[in-house]
């Protein structure tokens, strides 16, 4: 089944504490990016890698840094976790970049306190 | 700038009852278009999409969408709606080379 698996699914954790958000994709996609969902402000984009090695900023990237060894593993780190990133937050694949719709993982909700 | 606006924050529509959720973006050119629908405690699953070629697209379960290039609008419909329709809904549209653009979503609830 093709799927964006995302964890954990649930944390609350403390500032400055680091944490990594593991996101894996089955679907051999080239692209993945990831992004943070809050109240009447739609999905915005942290980052986004177009193939291994190569990732870039999107709308938010302050406060979080990511890596693309794999083709498959995208994740994304909070070195020093702070309340404002305290949110849902979703990755997501597509086959390419352009006209090609993009598949998101169930998200994971972080509570930074 | 390019954005996306869905105009209706909340809508409460009747079981069975038609729905239309409102949808505009702001772009210089056409960009390809999609509706996704998110469930409390799920991810994001594509209901349609529009690239070019007819302008009424048709989705899964049975939405579909018209995409007006006068108005810029790409407007989500159903002719009646069942409870477990009850989410929210995203507009999103992307220029070619370009991210996603997210609108703000509209939550729909559904009364019976």
């Known amino acids: 089944e093709a799927q964006v698996t995302q964890n954990p699914r649930y944390l609350i954790t403390v500032t400055g504490k680091k944490l990594t958000v593991t996101c894996s994709q089955n679907?051999?996609?080239?692209?993945m990016s990831w992004y943070r969902q809050d109240p009447g402000l739609g999905l915005r984009q942290i980052y986004y890698?177009?193939?291994?090695?190569?990732?870039d900023k999107g709308d938010v990237p302050e406060g979080y840094k990511v890596s693309r060894k794999e083709k498959r593993n995208f994740p994304l780190i909070l070195e020093s976790p702070s309340p404002n990133q305290t949110s849902l937050y979703f990755c997501?694949?597509?086959?390419?970049?352009?006209?090609?719709?993009?598949?998101f993982g169930d998200g994971t909700r972080l509570s930074i306190l | 700038a390019q954005s996306v606006t869905q105009p209706d924050i909340h809508i409460t529509v009747s079981e069975g009852a038609s729905l239309e959720l409102r949808c505009n973006y702001s772009?210089?050119?056409?960009?390809?278009l999609f509706w996704y629908v998110q469930s409390p405690g799920q991810g994001l699953q594509l209901l349609l999409k529009?690239?070019?070629?007819?302008?009424l697209v048709q989705g899964i379960k049975g939405f579909e969408a018209e995409f007006k290039r006068s108005q810029s609008s790409f407007n989500l419909r159903k002719p009646s709606v069942h409870w477990s329709d009850a989410a929210e809904y995203f507009c999103?549209?992307?220029?070619?080379?370009?991210?996603?653009?997210f609108g703000a979503g509209t939550i729909l609830r559904v009364k019976s």
């Open positions: 999103v549209a992307k220029e070619y080379g370009n991210k996603l653009v």
């Open positions: 890698s177009m193939n291994v090695e190569v990732t």
């Open positions: 679907m051999n996609h080239e692209y």
């Open positions: 997501a694949s597509s086959e390419g970049f352009n006209n090609q719709p993009q598949h």
């Open positions: 529009y690239f070019s070629g007819d302008t």
């Open positions: 772009y210089g050119a056409t960009p390809y």
